[in-house]
């Protein structure tokens, strides 16, 4: 539950452009898809998906750190890491089976990006289902581990000599198709009532300048 006079006293510090913004923005948000990246050790391949997610209304991103750490590009990214909730898994243990754990039982499926020839095309996805669509490093694609424990398996379309795009470049192809066809069905698939209100508040939030100062403020105001 948030805090909704503390809501109402930082909302005091933006202007109505800020906030009608922001609901705007909320309206397009979605959490029936979402986004894993498995071991991505380039800052501008995570930044630059991360982009892509805004871009397209996807507002949770998974990223799993087995081999390298996550890092991000402010440059590449242009703010969107504020807007975007970004959740890493960089524990010593299996931290693809922990995520995959955590997101199934919030009920989707993976789905791993792949050339495979047993993989669906895009255009045939079926977009009904809450759907991970997970995305490995280039030049060697997702781990056996997520071979052997994705529900299904994508693909772009590709009649050219190279078989592989850059990440972020298929993360805009897929995300563009999957969202196009979500927003146009009769699938419920914005965000709750809930869900919108809290990240309302962690964006007020997000941008508002000594917000902890201000914050500290309104409490002794009260006392």
């Not at 894993?36 to 991103?61: K, M, Y």
């Not at 909730?85 to 010593?92: G, L, M, Q, V, W």
């Not at 030049?139 to 590709?158: C, H, N, R, T, W």
């Not at 914005?190 to 500290?216: D, G, P, R």
């Amino acid at each position: 539950m948030i805090d909704k006079k503390l809501l109402h006293y930082f909302e005091g510090y933006l202007t109505d452009k800020r906030k009608n913004l922001f609901k705007r923005i909320l309206e397009n948000r979605t959490n029936h898809f979402t986004v894993v990246l498995e071991d991505i050790f380039q800052p501008h391949n995570t930044s630059a998906v991360l982009r892509t997610c805004d871009i397209f209304g996807i507002q949770q991103v998974h990223t799993i750190e087995n081999k390298y750490t996550n890092k991000i590009s402010r440059h590449v990214a242009k703010g969107s890491q504020k807007w975007v909730t970004a959740k890493r898994y960089k524990s010593d243990g299996n931290n693809t089976m922990i995520c995959f754990n955590n997101l199934r039982e919030k009920g989707y499926q993976i789905i791993a990006t792949s050339p495979h020839n047993n993989s669906c095309f895009l255009k045939d996805f079926d977009i009904s289902k809450k759907t991970a669509f997970v995305f490995g490093v280039e030049s060697e694609g997702v781990s056996d581990y997520v071979k052997e424990q994705a529900d299904g398996f994508l693909k772009i379309p590709m009649v050219g000599f190279t078989e592989s795009l850059n990440i972020s470049v298929a993360a805009a192809i897929i995300l563009q198709e999957v969202t196009t066809k979500l927003r146009s069905s009769k699938i419920n698939w914005q965000l709750s009532e809930e869900e919108k209100n809290i990240l309302y508040f962690e964006w007020v939030k997000k941008t508002i300048k000594n917000v902890h100062e201000i914050e500290k403020h309104y409490h002794q105001k009260l006392k």
